[in-house]
Protein backbone atom coordinates (compact mmCIF):
# COMPACT_ATOMS: atom_id res chain seq x y z
CA UNK A 1 0.00 0.00 0.00
CA UNK A 2 1.24 3.45 -0.82
CA UNK A 3 1.33 6.27 2.01
CA UNK A 4 -0.06 9.50 0.68
CA UNK A 5 0.91 11.14 4.28
CA UNK A 6 -2.83 12.82 4.33
CA UNK A 7 -4.04 13.93 7.63
CA UNK A 8 -6.70 11.80 8.09
CA UNK A 9 -5.45 9.11 7.01
CA UNK A 10 -3.51 6.20 9.41
CA UNK A 11 -0.19 6.05 9.30
CA UNK A 12 1.10 2.52 8.65
CA UNK A 13 3.91 0.32 9.88
CA UNK A 14 4.44 -1.13 6.19
CA UNK A 15 3.78 0.92 3.28
CA UNK A 16 5.35 2.74 -0.04
CA UNK A 17 6.15 5.75 1.03
CA UNK A 18 7.48 7.28 -2.48
CA UNK A 19 10.42 9.03 -1.12
CA UNK A 20 11.87 8.99 2.92
CA UNK A 21 10.85 12.49 3.39
CA UNK A 22 7.08 11.05 2.84
CA UNK A 23 8.08 8.43 5.63
CA UNK A 24 9.24 10.85 8.01
CA UNK A 25 6.57 13.51 7.26
CA UNK A 26 4.32 10.72 9.03
CA UNK A 27 7.02 9.79 11.20
CA UNK A 28 6.34 13.81 12.47
CA UNK A 29 2.16 13.01 12.81
CA UNK A 30 2.98 10.39 15.35
CA UNK A 31 4.89 12.80 17.51
CA UNK A 32 8.40 11.15 17.09
CA UNK A 33 9.63 14.46 15.63
CA UNK A 34 8.20 17.80 16.65
CA UNK A 35 8.56 21.14 15.79
CA UNK A 36 10.34 22.81 18.68
CA UNK A 37 13.26 19.57 18.49
CA UNK A 38 16.72 19.98 18.18
CA UNK A 39 17.57 17.62 15.73
CA UNK A 40 21.19 16.31 13.94
CA UNK A 41 21.09 14.33 10.73
CA UNK A 42 24.58 12.79 10.91
CA UNK A 43 24.14 11.56 7.56
CA UNK A 44 23.00 14.26 5.76
CA UNK A 45 23.77 12.91 2.35
CA UNK A 46 21.56 14.78 -0.55
CA UNK A 47 19.01 15.66 2.38
CA UNK A 48 16.26 13.86 1.10
CA UNK A 49 14.57 12.74 4.59
CA UNK A 50 13.95 16.70 5.32
CA UNK A 51 11.94 17.72 2.01
CA UNK A 52 8.63 17.39 3.68
CA UNK A 53 8.96 18.53 6.96
CA UNK A 54 10.92 20.31 9.10
CA UNK A 55 11.37 21.40 12.74
CA UNK A 56 10.37 24.91 11.82
CA UNK A 57 10.32 26.16 15.67
CA UNK A 58 13.65 24.03 16.49
CA UNK A 59 17.31 23.67 14.48
CA UNK A 60 18.18 20.70 12.22
CA UNK A 61 21.93 20.47 12.25
CA UNK A 62 23.17 18.55 8.75
CA UNK A 63 26.85 16.65 9.06
CA UNK A 64 27.93 14.23 6.88
CA UNK A 65 31.56 12.72 5.72
CA UNK A 66 31.66 13.85 2.15
CA UNK A 67 30.20 17.24 2.90
CA UNK A 68 31.42 18.95 6.25
CA UNK A 69 34.08 15.51 7.21
CA UNK A 70 32.21 15.04 10.44
CA UNK A 71 31.94 11.27 11.10
CA UNK A 72 28.26 10.35 12.68
CA UNK A 73 30.63 7.64 15.15
CA UNK A 74 32.43 10.59 16.43
CA UNK A 75 30.25 13.89 16.71
CA UNK A 76 31.56 17.35 18.03
CA UNK A 77 28.66 17.84 20.09
CA UNK A 78 28.43 17.50 24.07
CA UNK A 79 26.23 15.17 25.61
CA UNK A 80 22.77 15.17 25.98
CA UNK A 81 22.37 18.22 23.59
CA UNK A 82 19.86 16.56 21.06
CA UNK A 83 16.22 15.97 21.19
CA UNK A 84 16.36 13.27 17.95
CA UNK A 85 19.40 12.23 16.44
CA UNK A 86 19.11 10.20 12.57
CA UNK A 87 21.35 7.85 11.03
CA UNK A 88 20.66 6.24 7.88
CA UNK A 89 24.14 4.50 7.56
CA UNK A 90 25.47 2.95 4.48
CA UNK A 91 23.58 -0.51 5.40
CA UNK A 92 23.72 -2.75 2.12
CA UNK A 93 26.06 -5.17 2.52
CA UNK A 94 26.94 -6.73 -0.65
CA UNK A 95 27.22 -6.02 -4.49
CA UNK A 96 29.19 -5.50 -7.43
CA UNK A 97 29.30 -1.82 -8.14
CA UNK A 98 27.61 -1.36 -11.49
CA UNK A 99 24.83 0.54 -11.30
CA UNK A 100 25.82 3.98 -10.54
CA UNK A 101 24.26 6.87 -8.70
CA UNK A 102 22.39 3.79 -6.91
CA UNK A 103 25.68 2.26 -5.77
CA UNK A 104 26.89 5.54 -4.35
CA UNK A 105 23.53 6.27 -2.62
CA UNK A 106 23.79 3.03 -0.62
CA UNK A 107 27.08 2.62 0.30
CA UNK A 108 28.11 0.28 -2.29
CA UNK A 109 30.03 1.93 -4.91
CA UNK A 110 33.49 1.12 -2.90
CA UNK A 111 34.12 -2.71 -2.12
CA UNK A 112 34.37 -3.48 1.47
CA UNK A 113 33.95 -6.45 3.41
CA UNK A 114 29.85 -6.72 4.58
CA UNK A 115 31.54 -7.41 8.05
CA UNK A 116 33.08 -4.18 7.92
CA UNK A 117 29.64 -2.79 6.50
CA UNK A 118 27.76 -3.87 9.64
CA UNK A 119 30.65 -2.92 11.94
CA UNK A 120 30.30 0.80 10.36
CA UNK A 121 26.51 0.91 10.46
CA UNK A 122 26.26 -0.24 13.95
CA UNK A 123 28.73 2.37 15.23
CA UNK A 124 27.06 5.41 15.28
CA UNK A 125 24.49 3.89 17.75
CA UNK A 126 26.54 4.72 20.85
CA UNK A 127 27.14 7.92 19.79
CA UNK A 128 23.75 8.32 18.73
CA UNK A 129 22.78 7.52 22.79
CA UNK A 130 25.59 10.06 24.08
CA UNK A 131 24.32 13.45 22.26
CA UNK A 132 20.40 12.82 23.25
CA UNK A 133 18.58 14.02 25.88
CA UNK A 134 16.72 12.03 28.24
CA UNK A 135 12.95 10.66 26.54
CA UNK A 136 15.33 11.69 22.92
CA UNK A 137 14.43 9.83 20.30
CA UNK A 138 17.02 7.67 17.89
CA UNK A 139 16.07 7.20 14.49
CA UNK A 140 18.12 4.61 12.59
CA UNK A 141 17.34 3.25 8.88
CA UNK A 142 18.72 -0.57 7.98
CA UNK A 143 18.11 -3.31 6.28
CA UNK A 144 17.74 -7.23 7.27
CA UNK A 145 19.23 -8.78 4.00
CA UNK A 146 20.40 -12.04 2.37
CA UNK A 147 24.24 -12.65 2.84
CA UNK A 148 26.57 -15.67 1.99
CA UNK A 149 23.47 -17.44 2.01
CA UNK A 150 22.46 -16.71 5.31
CA UNK A 151 19.79 -13.48 6.53
CA UNK A 152 21.70 -11.11 8.63
CA UNK A 153 19.33 -9.54 10.43
CA UNK A 154 20.37 -6.08 10.62
CA UNK A 155 17.24 -4.96 12.62
CA UNK A 156 18.08 -7.21 15.50
CA UNK A 157 21.86 -6.12 15.88
CA UNK A 158 20.52 -2.45 15.97
CA UNK A 159 18.02 -3.11 18.55
CA UNK A 160 20.28 -5.05 20.90
CA UNK A 161 23.14 -2.49 20.80
CA UNK A 162 20.52 0.20 21.10
CA UNK A 163 19.61 -1.54 24.40
CA UNK A 164 22.86 -1.64 25.71
CA UNK A 165 23.39 1.96 25.33
CA UNK A 166 19.63 2.97 27.13
CA UNK A 167 17.45 2.70 23.88
CA UNK A 168 14.07 1.22 23.92
CA UNK A 169 12.48 0.42 20.59
CA UNK A 170 9.02 1.92 20.24
CA UNK A 171 7.98 2.12 16.50
CA UNK A 172 9.34 0.14 13.29
CA UNK A 173 8.51 1.35 9.75
CA UNK A 174 9.22 -1.15 7.03
CA UNK A 175 9.36 0.64 3.61
CA UNK A 176 8.42 -1.55 1.02
CA UNK A 177 10.14 -1.48 -2.47
CA UNK A 178 12.74 -0.11 -4.00
CA UNK A 179 15.80 -3.13 -3.26
CA UNK A 180 18.71 -3.48 -5.34
CA UNK A 181 17.79 -6.20 -8.25
CA UNK A 182 18.91 -9.75 -7.36
CA UNK A 183 20.96 -11.60 -9.70
CA UNK A 184 19.18 -15.14 -9.75
CA UNK A 185 20.98 -17.08 -12.91
CA UNK A 186 22.57 -20.25 -12.30
CA UNK A 187 21.09 -19.89 -8.35
CA UNK A 188 18.74 -21.47 -6.50
CA UNK A 189 16.76 -19.02 -4.43
CA UNK A 190 16.76 -20.33 -0.72
CA UNK A 191 15.31 -17.00 1.29
CA UNK A 192 12.06 -14.75 0.47
CA UNK A 193 13.08 -11.31 -1.36
CA UNK A 194 12.06 -8.28 -1.49
CA UNK A 195 12.92 -7.13 2.32
CA UNK A 196 11.90 -3.74 3.05
CA UNK A 197 14.57 -1.23 4.37
CA UNK A 198 13.30 -0.13 8.02
CA UNK A 199 13.15 2.97 9.85
CA UNK A 200 13.72 1.95 13.86
CA UNK A 201 12.81 4.78 16.62
CA UNK A 202 13.98 4.21 19.86
CA UNK A 203 13.70 6.31 22.85
CA UNK A 204 16.23 7.21 25.75
CA UNK A 205 14.60 6.11 28.75
CA UNK A 206 14.41 8.43 31.05
CA UNK A 207 14.77 5.95 33.83
CA UNK A 208 18.18 5.14 32.34
CA UNK A 209 19.17 8.86 31.88
CA UNK A 210 22.25 8.64 34.22
CA UNK A 211 23.67 5.27 33.32
CA UNK A 212 27.44 5.51 32.21
CA UNK A 213 28.51 4.11 28.79
CA UNK A 214 29.89 1.28 28.92
CA UNK A 215 27.83 -0.23 32.39
CA UNK A 216 25.91 -2.89 32.36
CA UNK A 217 22.49 -1.42 32.05
CA UNK A 218 20.08 -1.41 34.62
CA UNK A 219 17.37 -4.32 33.89
CA UNK A 220 13.88 -5.16 35.08
CA UNK A 221 12.59 -8.34 37.14
CA UNK A 222 12.33 -9.54 33.52
CA UNK A 223 16.00 -9.25 32.44
CA UNK A 224 14.47 -6.52 29.83
CA UNK A 225 13.94 -2.67 30.40
CA UNK A 226 10.52 -1.16 30.98
CA UNK A 227 9.01 -0.41 27.87
CA UNK A 228 8.47 3.30 26.79
CA UNK A 229 4.56 4.74 27.59
CA UNK A 230 2.62 7.34 25.88
CA UNK A 231 4.32 7.25 22.43
CA UNK A 232 1.61 6.31 20.03
CA UNK A 233 2.68 3.28 17.41
CA UNK A 234 2.35 3.45 14.03
CA UNK A 235 -0.69 0.87 12.16
CA UNK A 236 0.11 -2.42 11.28
CA UNK A 237 -0.88 -2.62 7.90
CA UNK A 238 -3.01 -5.82 8.93
CA UNK A 239 -5.29 -3.97 10.84
CA UNK A 240 -7.36 -2.07 7.48
CA UNK A 241 -7.24 -5.39 5.95
CA UNK A 242 -4.39 -4.84 3.55
CA UNK A 243 -0.89 -5.59 3.05
CA UNK A 244 1.70 -4.99 -0.22
Known sequence: ??????????VLAAARWTTNGHLIADVARLGYLRTTDRIVDATWGRGRFWTRWSPTDGELVAHDLKTDGVDFRHLPHDDRSFDVVVLDPDYKLNGTPALGDFDDRYGVNVPKRWQDRVADALAGIPEGARVLRPGGRLLYKTQDQVVSGRIRWLTLDATALAHEHGLDLVDRFDLLGGGRP???????????????????VFEKGRRWASFAMGQP??????????????????????????RS
Open 1 to 10: MTSSTVADAP
Open 182 to 200: QPMEGRTQKHAHGRPSSLL
Open 217 to 242: RPTTATGVGAPTAGLRCARPTGAIGA
